[in-house]
Nanobody, 119 residues
Framework: QVQLVESGGGLAQPGGSLRLSCLAS????????MSWYRQAPGKERELVAEISSGSGSTNYADSVKGRFAISRDDAKNTVYLQMNSLAPADTAVYYC????????????WGKGTLVTVSS
């Protein structure tokens, strides 16, 4: 059974930092492209960052470039999202997503972790 379990969400102040983790089980983690998506209240789910298998090349949404960093540890079956300089607009539920190839939309989702940025 495939499971993706996110952790690390919570309340952060504007300008603060949080580090999200996603622990995967039931898949050969090293072979999967891993992504972080987010969904804010009343908005559609959007891609935040993704990291390839193998080379670990990364892509980011323009809104988070220079502030967020995605990384992976294949030995721990875990993908991370380091979020710095947080702003209220970053408030959302953050989801982990795993897929086998570029260009496909199906894969495995986690249940999400809530990030709230507020003073």
């Amino acid at each position: 059974q495939v499971q993706l379990v996110e952790s690390g969400g919570g309340l952060a102040q504007p300008g603060g930092s949080l580090r999200l983790s996603c622990l995967a089980s039931g898949i050969t983690f090293s072979g999967y492209i891993m992504s972080w998506y987010r969904q804010a209240p009343g908005k559609e789910r959007e891609l935040v960052a993704e990291i390839s298998s193998g080379s670990g090349s990364t892509n980011y949404a323009d809104s988070v470039k220079g502030r967020f960093a995605i990384s992976r540890d294949d030995a721990k079956n875990t993908v991370y999202l380091q979020m710095n300089s947080l702003a209220p607009a970053d408030t959302a539920v953050y989801y982990c997503f795993a897929k086998l190839r570029w260009g496909i939309s199906y894969g495995y989702w986690g249940k999400g972790t809530l990030v709230t940025v507020s003073s």
